[in-house]
């Protein structure tokens, strides 16, 4: 009798529903786009691990006299192996592949490798993880021999040619590819580049990229210069001789090669992809293997950090809170591959003999496992902030202390490496008024590059729209006339509601009473404190004003001019009545304006939030809205950014300066009344 041990529908039964429909997401490819981080506002789409098994061969003098295979592939997918609890049983296990004995290298990595190489030249990350008990076939998997070379030769010889052809002259992007190589060997991270470098730390950038300052990575071109690097690097890894396996590898290895592309037009994308190939220790039976002393002591490593690994895809799999990535340096590297944001596959590795069956069984358990945990792959894309020639605008003009802070990058502000990237070193020198794009609105940026896309398909000659430093200037200039325009509107506007204030309280006897006719109301109502105690604006009728000529400094006026008619709601709202009415009309000068959105301008971006109550229409609420808000997103650059903060509209920012304005402006102007 049959019993399919970890079947699909087995274990969808205890997978959670929005988890399934990630699943059937990934696997029907339903809407896929590609999510760059210039885009980082929508989540990326799922895709599964990948896991395909390999069965080892019986290997010389493995193979007893009547031994038989413990277990056996079904198809292309499938295998089954006895059932140790049942002898009349076979547990059944399905994956993405199954690949048998007589597989060659090639089947293997033309299977399940190749075609995920392609996602680095889109800016992704890819992880290959080889995984199994100890003597399986891991190394001889993942390396091969020169006779039959493995994923790793192959992997690097397909990326090479395929960046060469990509990098070609006339092709849009220059790529360059990075290698790297270390080990974790008793929890230390061992640069096997510079083996003297000693214990590297791992860190995580704010992004959620996975870093290790200080790893040596060597340029390569060819594949002689891969070789030249990683040939004598492999000798400097850890291994030795067990009861089971004579060369048994005793650390992890990780090989990480990374694509950088450059955009050689504008806008000068750069988008990088990591691949990393893993070859995993294999985990040991220490009954089995013999293990002594430091054998020993690596073997307990080795084994903790996989069970490690374990627990970090059950807590995938079961949508814990804590996924424990840091409890071993193996899981917290294979952050980004495991629930994170690579194209991973993970090749088991089994053994056939049956003295392996336990471990081939708790292989294949993990194995199955980790084929439920989704990753969400995204293209590591970002601008080239120093390409274009810079238009001289002083970097306060350009960048706000905090996008001043963001433009460095956040690798550099992270962890300190010692190799930043060109482009945030040379930025600093070199600055554009493009360099805001990093900080605009992705929506906004995603617009400019394809409208810049689209110039180019048009055959627009010569130099794109974003490089053009005249057509660069032009749009500076025409967001400059648009913003003076609106100031303009504004002001027009304020000097509208200012007026039919004054005209209704003019019209309003008793209001009227209880002001002297050359006070400006509304505003003296409240004492705003900022740097000096405020004065109180002083309007004057015309004829005050022809009398008084001898005040050559008084900026605000209202003049009254009469015989002018006006219609007003009397308070029996059905007979409108015509009356004739004394018309008030403000007049502020420019200057003074100017001073009064200064002032305004100043105190949002310096006052405490207590200072900020002190101006009109300002409360406690709103005073801390606007504190936090400059703590997020840096000074305001005009008074109007006030509606950027949440919770005030532009009807209540509108009104909030109409209620400040003249009122600091006067303050700042006039003498003490
Ligand atoms: N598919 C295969 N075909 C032929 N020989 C193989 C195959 N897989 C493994 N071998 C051989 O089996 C032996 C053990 O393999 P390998 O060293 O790759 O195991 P491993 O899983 O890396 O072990 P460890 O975890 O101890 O390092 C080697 O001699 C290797 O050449």
């Known amino acids: 009798m049959e019993r399919r041990a970890q079947g699909r529908s087995r274990m969808d039964a205890g997978v959670p529903v929005r988890r399934r429909r990630e699943m059937a997401a990934a696997t029907s490819g339903a809407s896929r786009c590609r999510l760059s981080k210039v885009g980082a506002g929508r989540r990326p789409p799922p895709a599964r691990v990948r896991v395909a098994v390999r069965l080892r061969p019986f290997v010389d003098g493995t193979a007893g006299e009547n031994d038989t295979p413990c277990v056996r592939g079904l198809d292309s997918c499938s295998l089954e192996i006895a059932n140790w609890r049942n002898h009349q049983e076979t547990l059944k296990y399905q994956f993405d592949a199954f690949y048998g004995e007589r597989s060659s290298q090639q089947d293997i990595y ?9 996602h680095l030249l889109e800016g992704q990350n890819a992880s290959v993880l080889a995984y199994g008990p100890t003597g399986a076939g891991k190394t001889h998997t993942m390396l091969g021999s020169p006779e039959q070379p493995g994923v790793i030769p192959r992997a690097l010889m397909d990326l090479l040619q395929l960046t060469r052809e990509e990098s070609a002259e006339g092709r849009p992007w220059a790529l360059s590819v990075t290698m790297s190589y270390l080990e974790i060997y008793q929890e230390k991270v061992l640069d096997l580049l510079e083996p003297s470098s000693g214990d590297l730390v791992i860190r995580e950038d704010c992004r959620g990229n996975i870093l290790i300052p200080g790893l040596t990575q060597k340029p390569i071109t060819s594949f002689a210069d891969f070789e030249r690097h990683f040939l004598p690097a492999s000798r400097n890894r850890t291994v030795g001789a067990t009861r089971l396996n004579q060369r048994s590898s005793r650390s992890h290895a990780v090989l990480l090669v990374k694509v950088d592309q450059r955009e050689r037009l504008a806008p000068f994308r750069q988008r990088e992809g990591k691949l990393y190939l893993i070859d995993l220790a294999g985990s040991e039976d220490n009954r089995r293997t013999g293990n002594k002393g430091l054998r020993l002591k690596e073997s307990g490593a080795i084994n903790t950090s996989l069970f490690v690994l374990g627990k970090v895809v059950d807590a995938l799999n079961q949508g814990l809170p804590r996924v424990p990535y840091r409890d071993s340096k193996l899981t917290r590297l294979l952050q980004d591959s495991l629930g994170g944001s690579a194209h991973s596959i993970l090749i088991a590795n089994i053994a056939p003999e049956r003295r392996f069956y336990l471990d081939t069984v708790s292989a294949l358990n993990f194995a199955a496992r980790s084929k439920e945990v989704i990753n969400r792959p995204f293209t590591n894309e970002s601008l080239q902030l120093h390409v274009l020639a810079p238009i001289k605008l002083s970097k306060k003009e350009l960048l706000g202390p905090s996008e001043a802070k963001r433009a460095r990058g956040p690798e550099e502000e992270e962890t300190g490496s010692p190799e930043p990237p ?4 040379s930025a600093s020198q070199k600055l554009s008024p493009l360099q805001k794009l990093s900080s605009m609105d992705p929506a906004m940026v995603e617009r400019l590059l394809s409208l810049d896309r689209l110039l180019g398909s048009q055959g627009s000659q010569g130099t794109p729209l974003l490089s053009t430093p005249r057509r660069e200037r032009m749009v500076l200039m025409k967001t400059v006339e648009a913003k003076d325009l609106e100031i303009e509107r504004l002001k027009m506007k304020q000097k509208e509601l200012e007026a039919k204030v004054l005209a209704q309280e003019a019209a309003d006897p008793k209001e009227k009473e209880n002001y002297s006719p050359t006070m400006l109301r509304p505003l003296a109502r409240r004492t705003v404190t900022v740097a000096k105690p ?12 022809q ?16 015989g002018r008619k006006r219609k007003l709601e009397s308070l029996d709202a059905s007979e409108p009545e015509e009356r004739g009415e004394d018309c008030w009309e403000l007049q502020i000068s420019p200057e003074l304006l100017a001073h009064g959105r200064q002032k305004i301008l100043d105190l949002l971006n310096e006052g405490s939030a207590r200072d900020l109550r002190s101006l009109q229409r300002i409360g406690q609420k709103k005073a801390q809205l606007i504190v936090g808000w400059r703590e997020l997103h840096g000074p305001f650059s005009q008074v109007e950014d006030l509606e950027r903060v949440e919770g005030i509209s532009g009807k209540q920012m509108e009104s909030f300066l109409k209620a400040n304005i003249l009122g600091l402006a006067a303050g700042q102007r006039c003498g003490p009344s």
């Open 110 to 118: 033309a299977g399940s490798v190749q075609p995920i190489l392609r």
């Open 422 to 425: 060109a482009a945030a070193s």
């Open 534 to 545: 405020l004065k109180k604006a002083v309007v004057m009728p015309l004829q005050l004003i």
């Open 547 to 562: 009398e008084q000529a001898a005040y050559p400094s008084a900026e605000i006026h209202i003049l009254k001019k009469k």
